[in-house]
C-alpha cells in the first residue's frame, strides 16, 4: 500500500480496485502484479470493460503508451513528446525481439516481429494502423516504417533507406492538415508496400494514395487548416518574385485561419519548409520540378480570387493584372483561361455552339478547376515518389516479400455528413470486417477444420451493412449513388427517395421521419447521419472539358502532363513559359487564341470519349476491393491507436470516449477470444522443423507428425494445448514458453559457432604471419638496396654544395650556362612545392580566423575553444595524439591543404579519417554522407548520438590532451 501511495501523489489517491489489488499482492506474495504493470492485458486474471479502462488509463499516466491485448497493440495519444521513448538506443533494443515478453510494448516491437516473422515463413505481412482521427495513426506509421528501415539488411541500391523515410514529409506537407480534433491530420489515405529480397534487403517501395479531401482546398473551417504546404509556400517563398505572391491573408483559398497567417513567418512552419526542402533533395526531385510544382501552387491561389459579374452571362470582373499573374504562374493563355470559366462550347449534331455560363456556374468552375489542379499534382508527387523509390522498375524474384503499411483516415461522425464520411467510414467498414475475420471468424473456421471445438466462442458481424452499401445485385446505396450520377435529370432529391424505396426496411438503415434528404446508417462505430446535398456532384467529379482544353496548352510542363497536353508540341519545350518575357502570352491575338483553345478542346474531347467515364465512387469501390485482397493475402498486425481526448491536451483521459473506442474497435472481444482461443497455430512440419530439438536429439530424423508433436510439447512441458488434423494449436503465450525453453540451444550453437569460427580464424592467421614475415624480409632487402644505391649520389650532391659555397660572390653572379630541363624542373618543382605549403597553412588561418571563427566553429559555451577543436596538425600528429585512447575517442582539425576541417576517430584499435567540407549553401556536411548541418558543432552534436558509418562509430570521447595548444595559438 505504502508504494501505491507513493505511486499517486501526482495523480490523486489510488482507485477502489488498485487498493484492493495491492490488498491481493500482498496476500498472495510477490508473483501478483499491481494494476498498471501488466504490459499484455490478455494475462489479467479478471477483464472487463471497466478494469481494461483502468489499466489503459494508470499506464497512460504513467506515461506508458503502449499495451498489448494478445497480439494486438493498443497505443493511446499523449498529445507531447516522451523523452527516450524514440531514441536510437531504444530502436537498437527493439532489434531481434524474438520473446516480446520480455520488452515492454512498443511500436517499434510489431515492426521487429513482422519482419522476423516474413523472413522465417517467407510469407508477406501488413500492418493495420486504425482509429478515429487524431488518434496518432499518422505517427505510428511513421516509426513502424523508422524500425523497420532499422532492423532490415540494408538496401538494394544506396539511398534507399533515407529516400523511404523522407518521403513522409513530402506527403504530409501536400496532403495533411489541421482539423478540429487534430494538428497534423492525414487528408488522404496511402498503403505503403516494402519490397525484400530473401536477404531482408529492401528492394523498393510501393505507394498507393486513396481519396485526397480536395474540397480543403477551397473551403475549411475558421478553426482548422487548409493542407500545410500552401503556409510553407509563403513561409520559404513568400518575398520570391518568381511566385509573385502577396500578404496570404489577401487569398481567399488560405486566409480564413487568422492565426495561422499571423504565424507565417514563426518557428513551426520555418522547420516543415526545412524538413520539405531537405526531403526533397534526399529523395531526389529536381529544381526545376519544384519551381513548377509551385508555380502551380501560385496558380491555384491566384485562381481562388478570380471574380465573376453578370448573373445569366458571367464575365470576369477582377483586376487585369490578376489573371495576367494566374496566368504567368500556370503559364497559360489569358484568352484561353477566360473562354473556359465563362463559356461552354458544345458540339451538337457535328455544329459547334457558345453558351454564356451564368455567375454561379463560372464561380463553380473556378473551384472545381482548382481542386482538379491541386488533386492531380498530388497524384503526380506521390508517382513521383514511387519512382525515385523504384516501383515499377523491381522485377519479382523468387524468395521476395513484401510488408505493407495501412495508414489511413479515421471513423468521421461531424455534424455535417455527406460523401466523403461515407466513402471514409465504408473503408473503415472493411477494416473492421477484416479485423473481425481474422481474429473471430476465421479462427472458428480453422477450429471446425482441424477437429477442435469452438462452438461457444461469437463475435459481432457487420457484413449485412457491407452487403447494403457495396451489393452488385441487387444494387446496393453506392450502385443506386452511381446510378442516379449517369442521369442528366437526376437530383440528390431523387437519389434520397430511391435509397429510401430500397433500404428502408435493413436493420442497419434509418429514415427520417420527415421529408428531410438524409439519412442514417448504423456503422460498428455508431449511428451516422449523412445528408444527400451534393453526393452526385462529388460522385460525378466532373471537370468541364473547356478547362481542360485551356490547361492542356500550358507551357509549364507539370501542368501540361497532368491535362493530357502534347509532350514538346507547339508550346514549345522545357520551361517554354519561363523563358518568355513577362506578358508575351497574352498578346496573342482575341480570334487566334480562341481558336487555339477550340481546337485543344476537340483534342480534350476525343481524349475523354476514348475512356470510360467513371464515377469517383466506382473508383473508390475498385480500389478498396485491391486493398483487401492484398490485406487477405498477408499476415495481419494490427495496431488500435487511441484517442485520450478531443482537445488535444496532454494528461488528459476522458473515460466516456475511450471506452467508446474500445468498445467500438471489439477490443473486449479481442481480449476475450484471445484468451478463451488458440492464437498461434503451426502446421506439424513446420513446428518439428522449429522445435525438434525440445523433444529428440539433435541428429534423430523425426516425421512430421501429430505424436511427435505431442511428444515435443509435454517434453517441454506445454499445457492446454491442442492438436488438430494438420496443425498444433497454442494459446497465444505457448509461443514464448516455446521460445524460451529453445535459449539454452541457441546459446550452445552461439558458443560452437565462437570456437569454430576461433580454430578457423587462428588458422588463417599462423599463414598471414608467415606471408607477412617474409613481404618484411623482402621490403628489408629493399630499403636496403635502394640505400647503398642513393649514398654515393648523396655524397657527390654534398661535395658540389660544398665547392659552391667556397667560390667568390662574383662567380655566383656571373652569367651561368643555361641549365639543363632535368634541372629545370627539379627547380621549379622545389620552388613551387615550398611556395605552395606556406601559402596553403596561412591561407587556412586566414580563412579560419576570417569566415569560421565568427560562426564559432570550434567553440565551447565558455568562448574557448572546445576540447575536441585542434588546430593545422597533420595526419601522423593526430594519430598519435588518439593513440592509445578508448573507442570512440576522437578530434577534428583544421585542414591545411583545403578550406574545411578532418575529423579524425579511433574506432575498435583503427584511426579512421573523414573529411569535414561545405556546400554550396554554405552547410556542413561529412563527405560520403548525405545529412548536412548548419554549423561545425551540430556535426559533433549528432555524431555523439548516430554513428559516422554503418559500423556504429560514434564520436564519444574527446581526445585528452597536455601542454601548451601552438595548433591554436595561430588561430587565435
Known sequence: LCCISLDHRHFGPPSVREVRASMAAAKKGSTAKLPGQTDNLAELENLNEETLLEELKIRFKRDTIYTYVGEILVTVNPFKWIGGLYDPDKMRMYSQVGDKTKFPPHAFAVSDIAFNMMRAGG??????????SGAGKTEAAKLFIKQLVQVSNGAEFEGLESKLLEVNPILEAFGNAKTQYNNNS????KFISVKFNREGSIRGAEMTEYLLEKSRVIAHTSVEQTFHIFYIFFNAFGKDPRFQLGDIGDYRF??????????????????LAAELESAFKVVGFEDEQKEDLFKLLSGVLHLGDIEFSGEDQSELSSDPGLLKTLCDQLSIDEGAIELALTRQINIIRGEETERRLRIEQAEDARDATAKAIYNRAFSWLVESCNKQLGAGTI???????????????????????????????????????YFNEHIFAMELAEYAKEGISGKDITYENNEPLLELILSSKPLGLLGIVDEESNFPKASDTTMILKLHEAFTKHKDYVRPKGNEEIFTLS???GKVTYEGFGFLEKNRDTLAVDVVGA?????????????????????????????KPKGARNKMDRKASQARTRQSIKHARASLAKKKQRTVAAVFKSSLSDLMNVLKLSEPHFIRCVKPNHDKAADSFQDELVTKQLRYTGMLETTRIRREGYASRPLFADFVQRYKVLGFPCRQEVRASAEACRQILNAAGIKGYEVGKTKVFMRYYHADELNGKLEPFVAAATLLSRYCRGFTARSKYGALVEAKNKQDSEVMSFCTLAERSCQGVRDVMQALIDEDSKRPLEQLTRAAAAPSLKQRAYKENTKSGRKKGGMNRAASVKWFKETEAAKGSGMAEDGGFASWFHGIITRTESEALLRGQPSGAFLIRVAESRFGYSLSLLFKN?????????????????????????????????????????DGDTLLVPCPTSGPRDDLAELE
Open 123 to 132: 510469407k508477406d505481412q501488413c500492418c493495420v494502423i486504425s482509429g478515429e
Open 395 to 433: 522485377k519479382h524474384e523468387a524468395g521476395d516479400t513484401c510488408m505493407g503499411i495501412l495508414d489511413i483516415f479515421g471513423f468521421e461522425c461531424f455534424d455535417t455528413n455527406s460523401f466523403e464520411q461515407l466513402c471514409i467510414n465504408l473503408t473503415n467498414e472493411q477494416l473492421q470486417w
Open 254 to 271: 488560405t486566409c480564413s485561419n487568422e492565426e495561422a497567417c499571423r504565424n507565417i513567418n514563426g518557428k513551426h512552419f520555418t522547420e
Open 910 to 950: 583503427r584511426c579512421k579519417h573523414f573529411m569535414i567540407d561545405q556546400d554550396s549553401d554554405q552547410q556542413y556536411i561529412v563527405v560520403g554522407n548525405d545529412r548536412t548541418f548548419p554549423s561545425l558543432n551540430e556535426v559533433v552534436a549528432f555524431h555523439s548520438r548516430h554513428p559516422v558509418t554503418d
Open 523 to 525: 456503422h460498428y462505430a
Open 186 to 189: 492525414s487528408r488522404f489515405g
Open 551 to 579: 490547361l492542356r496548352l500550358s507551357e509549364n510542363d507539370l501542368v501540361k502532363s497532368l491535362f493530357g497536353g502534347d509532350a514538346g508540341g507547339a508550346t514549345g519545350g522545357r520551361g517554354g513559359g519561363r523563358h
